[in-house]
Nanobody, 123 residues
Framework: QVQLVESGGGLVQAGGSLRLSCATSGLTLRSYNVGWFRQAPGKAREFVAAITWAGTTTSYADSVKGRFTISRDNTKNMVYLQVNNLKSEDAAVYYC????????????????WGQGTQVTVSS
């Protein structure tokens, strides 16, 4: 059974930072392109960042460019999302996803999803 597990979320003040992690079981994550998405209450799930299986190419939503960094350590089968200078509008449940044929920005392109980790930003 394939599982993706996100961790690292929490409550942080505006301007603060977190490091989100995505771990897997039943899946060799280093073989897959991985994306991070987020969903705030009452809103659609939106693309945040993506990285190719080798880690050579990344892409970001315009709203997070310069503040968020996606990376991966294929020796540990892990993908990370460093989130800096958090704003109130970044508050959401953050999901990692794997299995898209490219570093897609479309949720439907990804086959595997985690349960999410909550990021809350206080002002």
């Amino acid at each position: 059974q394939v599982q993706l597990v996100e961790s690292g979320g929490g409550l942080v003040q505006a301007g603060g930072s977190l490091r989100l992690s995505c771990a897997t079981s039943g899946l060799t994550l280093r073989s897959y392109n991985v994306g991070w998405f987020r969903q705030a209450p009452g809103k659609a799930r939106e693309f945040v960042a993506a990285i190719t299986w080798a880690g050579t190419t990344t892409s970001y939503a315009d709203s997070v460019k310069g503040r968020f960094t996606i990376s991966r350590d294929n020796t540990k089968n892990m993908v990370y999302l460093q989130v800096n200078n958090l704003k109130s509008e970044d508050a959401a449940v953050y999901y990692c996803a794997a299995g898209a044929p490219t570093k897609s920005t479309v949720p439907g392109a990804y086959r595997y999803w985690g349960q999410g980790t909550q990021v809350t930003v206080s002002s």
